[in-house]
């Protein structure tokens, strides 16, 4: 019986590997789909490749704290 299960399970990790071979064809096919729609909209855009929002946040919020706030309306 345990010799009988084992088999099974051996047949059906065999029939999942030989007919799932091509998903990682499927996986490079969307990541480079991904990368061209990616490389489109940048090019719409006028986005450039190595911006980073968090960054630019930063560097904003950065700036306003450097100001001194004067509760008369006054810099």
């Known amino acids: 019986m345990i010799d009988e299960t084992i ?11 030989i007919n799932e071979g091509g998903i990682g064809e499927e996986i490079t ?3 480079r789909a991904l990368n061209m ?3 489109k909209e940048e ?3 006028n986005i450039q ?3 980073d ?3 630019y946040d930063n560097e904003l ?6 100001e001194e706030f004067n509760p008369e309306g006054g810099i």
């Open 43 to 45: 090019a719409i855009y």
């Open 7 to 17: 088999k099974n399970i051996e047949t059906y990790n065999q029939r999942l590997y």
């Open 49 to 51: 490749p190595d911006f």
């Open 37 to 39: 729609a990616n490389q």
């Open 61 to 66: 919020y950065a700036s306003e704290d450097e």
């Open 29 to 31: 096919e969307r990541l």
């Open 53 to 55: 929002p968090e960054e």
